[in-house]
């Protein structure tokens, strides 16, 4: 008879600890760690009564212990049998950060998202918000590529991340680039309307000039759709060898 591997895991998850201040209390940490600071234990108790919820926010001001909360929140979801766990921080300086206080505090984690306890819910991966949202994204892009599926995920300092995610979602191309003549083209007669005179200056190449477009490419009917996206694409792919900035934002638009 074949042994059933997922009802042994979700049989030893039931039996883990999923209170995050119990969780503390079994943690082969630096002495350094005492018990949770009063902030940190009220905040901890906040998130377990409301774990259930898809998305809970939280707020601590700089310096009072948010890491180890955030690190803790995760282990309880990792300790439900909620996983794979990301815990997403703005810059790499910070992965550093956290990945040594988390050491010291006796949680297992890694930066390699292919790393087997990460991928088996054993470990809480720890990367920047690049990684997380790039054309190319290993936690899945379109189709066709490999998808891991997160179970928790840990946003910190969100305002920041939130910043990197609207900007990787944005295509810059200066005058020269070779997309940049056929895009103006294909929009011109928008502009146009807008401004003539601004959509002069535009073609003139005058840095002070400004125009937004505001009609939304979905106005043109699918067919053309269909065929600017496509000469988009070939255009990025023979021009933009060397911008993956260009490329990354494009796969993800």
């Known amino acids: 008879m074949a042994l059933d591997l997922k009802k042994l895991k979700a049989g030893n998850v039931s039996k883990k600890q999923t209170d995050p201040r119990k969780i503390f209390t079994t943690l082969k ?46 282990q309880s979801c990792l300790n439900e049998g909620k996983g794979p766990a990301v815990y997403v921080v703005p810059d790499n300086f910070l992965v550093t950060q956290v990945v040594a206080e988390a050491n010291d505090l006796g949680i297992a984690v890694t930066e390699d998202n292919s790393n087997a306890a990460f991928l088996a819910g054993d470990a809480i991966l720890v990367i920047n918000v690049w990684k997380l949202f790039n054309g190319k994204s290993t936690f899945g892009v379109g189709q066709g590529n490999t ?34 003549r056929p895009l103006l083209d294909l929009f011109s007669d ?64």
């Open 29 to 74: 940490r630096n002495p350094r760690f005492k018990r949770p600071s009063d902030e940190q234990g009220d905040v901890l108790d906040g998130w377990y009564a409301a774990r259930q919820q898809q998305s809970v926010t939280l707020k601590m001001n700089t310096g009072s212990g948010k890491t180890v909360v955030g690190l803790l929140c995760l």
């Open 147 to 180: 998808q891991i599926r997160i179970g928790s995920i840990v946003v910190d300092d969100a305002h920041a991340c939130l910043a990197t995610v609207a900007d990787q979602f944005r295509i810059r191309l200066n005058s020269a680039h070779a997309a940049y």
């Open 190 to 253: 928008d502009l146009e309307q807008q401004s003539n005179q601004l959509l002069l200056d535009v073609r003139a190449e005058d840095p002070t000039a400004v125009i937004v477009r505001r009609r939304k490419i979905w106005d043109f009917g699918w067919c053309e759709i269909t065929e600017v996206l496509a000469h988009l694409v070939m255009l990025f792919r023979r021009h933009a060898a060397d911008e993956a900035s260009a490329v990354s934002g494009w796969c993800r638009v």
